[in-house]
């Protein structure tokens, strides 16, 4: 087992209690050839292959067979989940979320539903069961949560108020695609790094 991975993951799984993130049924993994090393609220990092994963590990396992990602977070904030358990879209409502997360994100009924969501995005919640982000360093997969959390308060508090302003499609996908292509790469390389990977 990668020792400095291993330590990553297990730090970015306090960092959501750190970060108010925090609830039942939290989960971080990060993709690697050996495996997917894995930590849930035991707090105890397994290295699991797809085949044998179970329970929280199976949503992981699925979502990585899906997509690209190499980390995944999956976590059930105060606001995030009474979103999802409204069953509604979160709309991008700050420009955070537009150039972070995109333009919206959806709930979705169950894991593998999410698992197919998230080949077109990098986050989705899922009915009932909090939210799940990916990307391609743990530090990108838990910013995405964060983000996410902050947009849900915010759509909240703006409903309750009478409404939300949207930032409409078009701006919100330009955010999303200037982040990606200008900001994001060279954070993401330095992440790499710092993870162990």
């Known amino acids: 087992m990668n020792e400095k991975l291993k330590d990553s993951v297990l730090q970015y799984f306090d960092r959501l209690r750190e970060y108010g993130l925090h609830g039942e049924g939290d989960s971080v993994s990060v993709r690697t050839e050996e495996g997917i090393y894995f930590v849930d609220n035991s707090r105890e990092v397994k290295l699991i292959t797809p085949e044998k994963a179970a ?4 949503l992981h396992a699925k979502i990585y067979a899906a997509t690209d990602a190499q980390a995944i977070v999956h976590a059930h904030p105060d606001y995030v989940s009474a979103v999802s358990r409204a069953g509604v879209t979160i709309p991008a409502v700050i420009d955070d979320m537009a150039q972070i997360v995109g333009p919206t994100c959806r709930t979705v009924a169950n894991a593998e539903a999410a698992a197919k969501e998230l080949k077109k995005r990098n986050s989705c919640l899922i009915s009932g069961d909090g939210a799940v982000t990916t990307g391609r360093t743990l530090n990108e997969a838990f910013t995405c949560m964060m983000v996410l959390q ?6 909240v508090s703006a409903s309750v108020l ?3 302003k949207v930032i409409n499609g078009f701006e919100a996908r330009l955010m999303r695609f200037v982040y990606k ?3 994001s790469k060279i954070n ?3 992440n790499m790094e710092r993870e162990g990977k």
Do not use: D, H, M, R
Request: charged share 25%; net charge positive; aromatic share 10%.
């Open 55 to 58: 329970g929280e590990g199976a």
């Open 150 to 155: 902050k947009a849900a308060i915010c759509f």
């Open 162 to 164: 009478g409404g939300n």
């Open 181 to 183: 292509k200008k900001y």
């Open 188 to 190: 993401t390389e330095n």
